[in-house]
């Protein structure tokens, strides 16, 4: 089998709690086996995936085949959900006995914030695919190769994102009481609006770094974020002030993460402790299409209830599915729950 990048490997070490990891290396032992009696990889994941899942793909032993099998093996096996027909009261309850909740958040607690989302139908990415058709993947706004060359495309964007009179959503105040309670052990968002700060959260890891501070592609000088807003406002590619001294021109760029950057290092500090203290995981407004974020659902131990908030369904499997927008959903587990804001 070809080896996966050490990059995947040390994230999935670093994130998956202990009794999934126990998982991984039984199935992974099973495979073994079943590979030394010359079962092809097709076979192997049929074999090991029983009735939960069907592979397309030839019964052969070429080298693709033995990658999806590799990183099928580097994936916890899907769960059968702890509950059957749960719903809101569940939730509720849920919530209510929990001590060390994780939250793990995305644009779509935002949303009635003001902030657009991303792959929703009036999201960043179909206003940037209308916008500049030249584009071959809206997302090339967010790589940091791209940036580098045409930064002005992001600038031309910015300002949708940036947070700049934006108050708190329901959601986000629901949080924020949780954390009151003592109840939230951390809260990963994949937001760059800071307006979990808003809120007044503090146990919170930006996935993606925010929009709080600005960092000089050349000389590295870091600013506040402050800094910069008015170029954002006005849509216009702000400059390195100290390179500016010195006689060269140099891009400012938000710490926020683009595509083809490390996660905070903030990230990977903390996500191992927590995936083995939390007793329950909330995913509220993602669609859990970014790496190495959406393998937190399969991270947490096997016992945790895992629940989904969202206003559409996602491909993983969660023990609780809420399908609906997020405030419309928190408001009614408070009314349940007895609270107020």
Known sequence: MNEMSDYDDDIRRIMFSRDVWTTIKKQTAMAAQ???AGKCPMEIMEKLAGEKARFTGDMDYSRMAWRALQEYLYMPPPRTPLFNGAGLPEVAQLIMRSKRIVVVAGAGISVSCGVPDFRGIGGLYRMLKEKYPMLTNPEQVFSIDFFDVHPE?????AKELYPAGLRPSLTHRFFALLEKKNKLLRM???NVDTLEEKAGIENIIYCHGSFATASCRTCGVQVEGAKIERKILAQKVPHCKRCKAFGKVSVMKPDITFFGESLPAEFFDYISGDMERL??????GTSLKVNPVNLIPDSVPLNVPRVLINCDKVEKTFDIDIICRCDDAIRQLM?????EL
Request: aromatic share 14%; hydrophobic share 60%.
């Open 153 to 157: 495309l992001f600038y031309e964007v």
């Open 279 to 284: 007793d329950l995981l909330l995913v509220v």
């Open 34 to 36: 079943m590979a030394m």
């Open 335 to 339: 009314e349940m729950m007895g609270e």
């Open 188 to 190: 990963y968002t994949q």
